[in-house]
């Protein structure tokens, strides 16, 4: 039995793992690098395997950086079985056919400033387009339920578990008859923060021989929450009234959501203003809202009390949405507002263009309630910049800087600690979705396994 490693090592973007066993081959995760511009060209290069050996693919979750580069599989020769599960592949939906749309239009940019400047180069290709993501849903065939053993095929068989990190999110179990007897590897997918709004925490996974997890918050502890929603509230009172913009960069799946729910009961409890006006302007997070609305199964408790009381738990008087550029575009005019748009990185989407109205005003506040990635515009800012570039523009930051860490969908050092001491004693820990630092720091603390932090496209034999 092979694993390799094809994306995530030793980053937090690109995840894509390849095990092969007798001559079944199956890829956990296959998404897209996001960050600098070295990064992003990695997305071209080849995956480090033949898509069309493929026969699997499980999917954990629907978040670009792990599903972003399955309409390029297919494009490649992938012609498999995709299982994920019902929420996962909704969003992943979306998510694919969003990506797709931004690849055909830098794809119409690049060629129309080629042509401008009279550059006579072959036109540039998107890295795949709307058709070809179409196309890849039609592999999406085997729904998985949670908790449930889902046989790939004889004497191999996957078990989802809820990890909490965004709706429909797993980790993955995956079993093996062998000659040595049945051996078990565990991928962690991306782990969810305990006692977060909407979803429930991560369950407890089961003992395995082989252990692959995620390291993104491996060297650090997350505020608590109820801290971090007061200073939510705080700074938006604050800057409210003194007539600025609030902007909040949010990733449209899983972070938008639990904004919107907050904000809901910072209204009910008179916390917030009973009239703010908040736009959610972000047509994607707009879509993934109606989406968490189809599956109410995956919602915890609270959100269920919510829903049995006759509440909607994402709504609150003053919400708008913003689907029409249009109406992207009159916010500018806005003062005094809410404005949650992607991308929570800031590397693309609409709220470069609330920045580049609003950063360089000193009434203005930016909330940053997400991770931010080396190389990103919002870790930029986070770390202090005097200006960024913004549409070949450079913007001085004037406005007022937040960085709030206890919503963030990714469990902190102590609870991935405690997940894994919950695996048992594996054989073999692999490292994987984090910066090197976050990696090393973590490894140090797991004393009953063997840790390894793969190389991209490095090789291990299992069994």
């Not at 390029?72 to 969003?98: C, Q």
Request: charged share 25%; net charge negative; hydrophobic share 40%.
């Amino acid at each position: 039995m092979h694993l390799q490693f094809h994306g995530a090592a030793k980053n937090v973007t690109g995840s894509c793992h390849y095990l092969e066993h007798d001559d079944t081959r199956i890829l956990i995760d296959c998404g897209l690098y996001q960050g600098g511009r070295e990064l992003e060209e990695e997305n071209r290069n080849d995956f480090g395997f033949d898509p069309a050996s493929i026969d699997f693919l499980l999917l954990t979750h629907g978040h670009l950086d792990h599903c972003g580069r399955i309409p390029l599989l297919v494009k490649k020769g992938f012609k498999g079985t995709i299982v994920t599960t019902s929420a996962t592949r909704e969003l992943a939906r979306l998510v694919m056919l969003d990506s797709a749309r931004i690849q055909e239009e830098e794809a119409k940019y690049k060629n129309y400033k080629n042509n401008k400047q009279k550059k006579f180069k072959a036109p540039f290709l998107p890295l795949y387009d709307t058709l070809d993501a179409l196309n890849s849903l039609d592999y999406f065939v085997d729904i998985a339920a949670f908790d449930e053993p889902h046989e790939l095929c004889p004497g191999i068989q996957a078990t989802f578990y809820d990890a909490g990190h965004i709706l429909g999110s797993a980790s993955i179990l995956i079993e093996f008859d062998t000659d040595a007897g049945r051996k078990k590897v565990l991928f962690s997918g991306d782990l969810g923060y305990n006692n977060r709004a909407i979803l429930p925490d991560p369950a407890s996974p089961p003992h395995a021989d082989i252990v692959i997890m995620e390291t993104t918050y491996g060297d650090r502890l997350h505020k608590q929450l109820e801290p971090s929603i007061e200073e939510l509230y705080d700074a938006i009172n604050t800057t409210i009234k003194r007539n600025g913009n609030v902007l909040i960069p949010s990733f449209a799946l899983e972070r938008s959501q639990e904004i919107l729910y907050y904000l809901r009961e910072g209204v009910e409890q008179n916390r917030l203003p009973q009239d703010l006006a908040v736009f959610l302007d972000s047509p994607m997070a707009i879509s993934a809202t109606q989406i968490f609305k189809r599956h109410p199964e995956c919602f915890d408790e609270e959100t269920w009390d919510v829903i049995n009381s006759g509440r909607d738990p994402f709504a609150l008087p003053g919400l708008h949405f913003s689907r029409e550029t249009a109406e992207s575009m009159a916010l500018k005019q806005m003062r005094g507002v809410v404005i949650i748009a992607g991308s929570g990185m800031c590397t693309a989407g609409r709220i470069r263009h609330h920045l580049r109205h609003n950063l360089w005003r000193k009434e203005a506040a930016v909330i940053f309630v997400g991770y931010a990635g080396e190389g990103t515009p919002a870790r930029s800012i986070i770390d202090g910049a005097q200006s960024i570039r913004i549409f070949r523009e450079e913007i001085d930051v004037h406005a007022a800087i937040y960085t709030i860490g206890g919503f963030s969908a990714h469990a902190d050092q102590k609870e991935l600690f405690n997940w894994h001491r919950k695996t048992g004693s594996p054989e073999r820990t692999f490292l994987v979705h984090g910066e090197e630092h976050a990696m090393t720091t973590f490894a140090a603390l797991l004393t009953d396994t063997e840790v390894i932090i793969p190389e991209n496209h490095q090789q291990f034999t299992l069994f």
